[in-house]
């Protein structure tokens, strides 16, 4: 009886010890799927902050194209031209003080008051120097007809017109 005793107790032990080895496989097989899991809420985060910067990369690519061509449409020529050099720039000078203050108001325009008496003769020098009726038309029409929304391109809009309608440097040929 004791043989048969030891035999059941071995038989037992040996069956125990099986079950436990099965046991460890769904522990192991949670741990893979918790990192499984993991890995895909990272995928998912990363595909998301992705797709995030995309429609912000679109979005100031069409704010760039909408105020481009805000300012294409402000880059246009009266319907009729000043017939002196001097009477054009001077309304290019008086253009620009009448855009800071229409665009712009507190200490801003007061700052502007305060300079504009160098301003503007640096604008019709810079208009003068251009030599261009057509460009110093322009930059008065602009400059009088800008949208709110153009109010930080002044710039853009001086150098539009002088890219537009000022005269080409010889020996260079206009893209076609």
Do not use: Y
Not at 69 to 90: F, G, Q, R, W, Y
Not at 152 to 157: D, F, S, W, Y
Request: net charge neutral; charged share 30%; proline share 5%.
């Amino acid at each position: 009886m004791r043989t048969s005793a030891l035999v059941l107790a071995v038989t037992l032990c040996s069956s125990s010890f099986a079950c436990d080895s099965g046991g460890a496989k769904p522990k192991a097989n949670a741990a893979a799927d918790a990192k499984a899991s993991e890995d895909d809420e990272r995928k998912k985060a990363v595909e998301a902050l992705r797709k995030k910067r995309e429609a912000e990369a679109k979005a100031k690519e069409e704010a760039e194209a909408k105020k481009k061509a805000a300012i294409d449409a402000a880059l246009t020529l009266p319907e009729t031209l000043p017939k002196k050099l001097d009477k054009a720039c001077k309304a290019v000078g008086e253009a620009h003080d009448g855009f800071m203050n229409r665009m712009f108001e507190g200490e801003t325009v007061e700052k502007w008051n305060q300079a504009k008496g160098t301003q503007i003769p640096m604008t019709v020098a810079q208009c003068t120097k251009q030599g261009s009726i057509e460009v110093a038309a322009c930059q008065a029409n602009a400059l009088d007809n800008a949208p709110e929304d153009l109010k930080k391109e002044l710039p853009e809009l001086l150098r539009g017109c002088i890219d537009k309608f000022g005269a080409k440097a010889e020996g260079t040929t206009p893209p076609a």
